[in-house]
């Protein structure tokens, strides 16, 4: 893997291993090297070998003397690497007809439900193109990016703000479960199916991306874990987390991406950011419905906008070795394969969720009012309207006090006077 390239136009050579580049003057060269090709003049960077009029291996093989840039993956180390760029700079024509036929399968889906939508449609004074924008009724618009390549992240959240910019929600579709767009914008994943399938109208299941909002009291009846405590204790929180439609108790019906183009057009489907807290990921990017997201907002007593400036994750600090420049040629070793496989960022397991505390037991009577936080978690928890919230008259815990099957005590209370 080279670790230098030639810039054709500063007409400067590039040490990849250093924090500073060997340019300290220039601190807006990492980001113009690592723009993505048809961004940027494709004979921006060159093999220094063929700079030099050494040998280049570049030009056996169906490779060409110009460079990209991309982040390795080597020993948990994550160093710039300059990589030969393909003759034709294009996906497979397998990812080719795969690309085509979701884009014509999204905009046929549109119509069907009377939406209006358009493909490759401009953004942003023409500098990005959406495969795909669907028009809602209210005038909400919906960009799908159909990305079953690899995108850098930066990429995608470039043209992902300015989507957002142009009052377009960005809607990333994926099949690769390490695909780095997954977390970095509001994204899908459906399954790698032959185009044939697609185009036919094979069912395509949404399998990572779309996720519903489970609510629950941590008590030892619970089927749920407690997110708090170790092993298998029960707090007596409330506790609300994500999960995707199969870990859901009971179980969803898988989301379709038929389901999803209508949803997201008519805002019954929305897209949330939930921070990490405490992971080395940034956040969790994922779409639910309407109403999940008015109840979550509610639970957490805020709302976290969609992140309009990168959020860097641990995966992605970039690691400078300040090593010497090799000026060999290594096109024959600058395949994907010479990196470590990229982890999976399409993970099914809980975001990490939020935890309610219990009310304290034997409140005095001069506390007991119950904040817009609490009610919102406890209804949700306990399965009833609000106003059928109020405190046990045993130990003042929240409980279902008033309305059909309404009690005094709660259930822990009922069975210790009974045992009495």
């Given at each position: 893997m080279a670790n230098g390239v030639w810039h054709t136009g500063?007409?400067?050579?590039?040490?990849?291993?250093?924090?500073?580049?060997?340019?300290?003057?220039?601190?807006?060269?990492?980001?113009?090297?690592?723009?993505?090709?048809?961004?940027?003049?494709?004979?921006?960077?060159?093999?220094l070998a063929h700079h030099d009029k050494r040998e280049c291996l570049s030009e056996s093989g169906g490779k060409s003397p110009w460079m990209f840039i991309r982040r390795g993956r080597v020993g948990g180390r994550r160093p710039l690497v300059a990589s030969h760029l393909p003759i034709t700079h294009k996906a497979t024509p397998e990812e080719s007809a795969q690309h085509k036929a979701t884009k014509e399968r999204v905009v046929a889906t549109a119509g069907r439900y009377g939406l209006d939508a358009e493909a490759e449609v401009p953004?942003?004074?023409?500098?990005?193109?959406?495969?795909?924008?669907?028009?809602?009724?209210?005038?909400?618009?919906?960009?799908?990016?159909?990305?079953?390549?690899?995108?850098?992240?930066?990429?995608?959240?470039?043209?992902?703000?300015?989507?957002?910019?142009?009052?377009?929600?960005?809607?990333?579709?994926?099949?690769?479960?390490?695909?780095?767009?997954?977390?970095?914008?509001?994204?899908a994943r459906v399954d790698d199916m032959p185009w044939r399938d697609i185009a036919g109208g094979k069912e395509m299941v949404i399998r990572g991306g779309y996720r519903h909002l489970e609510v629950w009291k941590c008590v030892p009846s619970s089927e749920r874990h407690c997110l708090v405590s170790e092993g298998a204790g029960h707090c007596g929180a409330i506790h609300a987390d994500w999960f995707v439609p199969a870990?859901?108790?009971?179980?969803?019906?898988?989301?379709?991406?038929?389901?999803?183009?209508?949803?997201?057009?008519?805002?019954?489907?929305?897209?949330?950011?939930?921070?990490?807290?405490?992971?080395?990921?940034?956040?969790?990017?994922?779409?639910?419905?309407?109403?999940?997201?008015?109840?979550?907002?509610?639970?957490?007593?805020e709302k976290t906008p969609l992140p309009t400036t990168p959020v860097e994750e641990?995966?992605?600090?970039?690691?400078?070795?300040?090593?010497?420049?090799?000026?060999?040629?290594?096109?024959?070793?600058?395949?994907?394969?010479?990196?470590?496989?990229?982890?999976?960022?399409?993970?099914?397991?809980?975001?990490?969720?939020?935890?309610?505390?219990?009310?304290?037991?034997?409140?005095p009577s001069t506390s007991t009012r119950i904040t817009p936080v609490e009610r919102a978690a406890a209804s949700a928890a306990l399965g009833c309207p609000p106003w059928e919230l109020g405190l046990c008259a045993g130990c003042t815990q929240m409980m279902r006090r008033y309305g059909p099957n309404a009690a005094m005590y709660c259930n822990v209370c009922r069975a210790t006077l009974n045992g009495r």
């Open positions: 500063y007409g400067i050579e590039i040490n990849l291993s250093l924090p500073d580049l060997g340019h300290p003057n220039r601190p807006d060269l990492l980001r113009e090297i690592t723009a993505s090709v048809s961004e940027r003049d494709p004979q921006l960077l060159e093999c953004v942003a004074n023409r500098r990005s193109v959406s495969d795909a924008v669907v028009t809602g009724p209210a005038g909400l618009r919906v960009g799908w990016e159909i990305q079953y390549h690899h995108l850098s992240p930066s990429s995608v959240h470039r043209r992902s703000v300015s989507a957002m910019e142009n009052g377009i929600t960005p809607l990333w579709v994926a099949k690769d479960r390490t695909a780095s767009l997954i977390d970095r914008a509001p994204w870990l859901c108790l009971p179980e969803r019906k898988p989301v379709l991406i038929e389901d999803l183009v209508l949803r997201s057009a008519t805002g019954e489907s929305v897209p949330v950011y939930v921070p990490s807290r405490g992971s080395g990921r940034a956040g969790r990017h994922m779409w639910v419905s309407a109403a999940d997201r008015a109840r979550w907002e509610e639970i957490v007593d641990d995966d992605d600090v970039i690691t400078f070795a300040e090593q010497e420049i090799d000026r060999s040629c290594r096109a024959g070793e600058d395949s994907w394969s010479v990196s470590d496989a990229r982890p999976l960022r399409d993970l099914a397991e809980p975001t990490g969720g939020f935890t309610l505390p219990s009310l304290p037991p034997q409140r």
